[in-house]
T-cell receptor, first 117, second 113 residues
Framework: AQKVTQAQTEISVVEKEDVTLDCVYE???????LFWYKQPPSGELVFLIR??????QNEISGRYSWNFQKSTSSFNFTITASQVVDSAVYFC??????????????FGTGTRLQVTL | DAGVTQSPTHLIKTRGQQVTLRCSPI?????VSWYQQVLGQGPQFIFQ???????GRGNFPDRFSARQFPNYSSELNVNALLLGDSALYLC????????????FGNGTRLTVT
């Protein structure tokens, strides 16, 4: 069985603060893929990043950065200098290589980020 | 290019009724997936269709069914609606090859009373 845990239900920060969203996953597969999606109030899920289990290189993209650590089964997401437009629900998701369908993602329960002025 | 489009955006039904939700994928995408997102939860996988064939099914009862048409659009049908079926239903399309990312629509908000 696979599971994704996002322990932070809601985070509130003031604009320009840095914020880290935590994600812990469980899987028995040795090959798997991790994702982060953003869900603004409009409802659609916006793809942010995909990371393969065999690639632990961390990544920075603009104000976003991701820290993948297999040893602790974590895939954390940091927003630097947060902005009001970052306010949304953020989901971490997992897909095992042997799921059989490329579209079956297991999502966490999400973290609602509120950025205020 | 147009993104994934879903219709209707909102729907109110009564227990026991049947509902059909529609999805048009991004042009060129051959795979369509359906997810159910109950309020306060993450999306849960219902179905994937690729080239008009079912390629995956989540842990949902037989009241849920879907199909994909030759133009790759898709319909999700839910029979004998229950209060617990109230949710945001999300459609996602992808090229269907390898790990091509899923592109989601804005969803259909279904309320069962």
């Amino acid at each position: 069985a696979q599971k994704v845990t996002q322990a932070q239900t809601e985070i509130s920060v003031v604009e320009k603060e840095d914020v880290t969203l935590d994600c812990v996953y469980e899987t028995r597969d040795t090959t798997y893929y991790l994702f982060w999606y953003k869900q603004p109030p409009s409802g659609e899920l916006v793809f942010l990043i995909r990371r393969n289990s065999f690639d632990e290189q961390n990544e920075i993209s603009g104000r976003y950065s991701w820290n993948f650590q297999k040893s602790t089964s974590s895939f954390n997401f940091t927003i630097t200098a947060s902005q009001v437009v970052d306010s949304a629900v953020y989901f971490c998701a997992l897909r095992n290589r042997n799921t059989g369908t490329a579209s079956k993602l297991t999502f966490g329960t999400g973290t609602r980020l509120q950025v205020t002025l | 290019d147009a993104g994934v489009t879903q219709s209707p955006t909102h729907l109110i039904k009564t227990r026991g009724q049947q509902v059909t939700l529609r999805c048009s994928p991004i042009s060129g995408h051959k795979s369509v997936s359906w997810y159910q997102q109950v309020l306060g939860q993450g999306p849960q996988f219902i179905f994937q269709y690729y080239e008009k064939e079912e390629r995956g099914r989540g842990n949902f009862p037989d009241r849920f069914s879907a199909r994909q048409f030759p133009n790759y659009s898709s319909e999700l049908n839910v029979n004998a609606l229950l209060l617990g079926d109230s949710a945001l239903y999300l459609c996602a399309s992808s090229l269907g090859t390898g790990l091509s990312p899923l592109h989601f629509g804005n969803g259909t908000r279904l309320t069962v009373t």
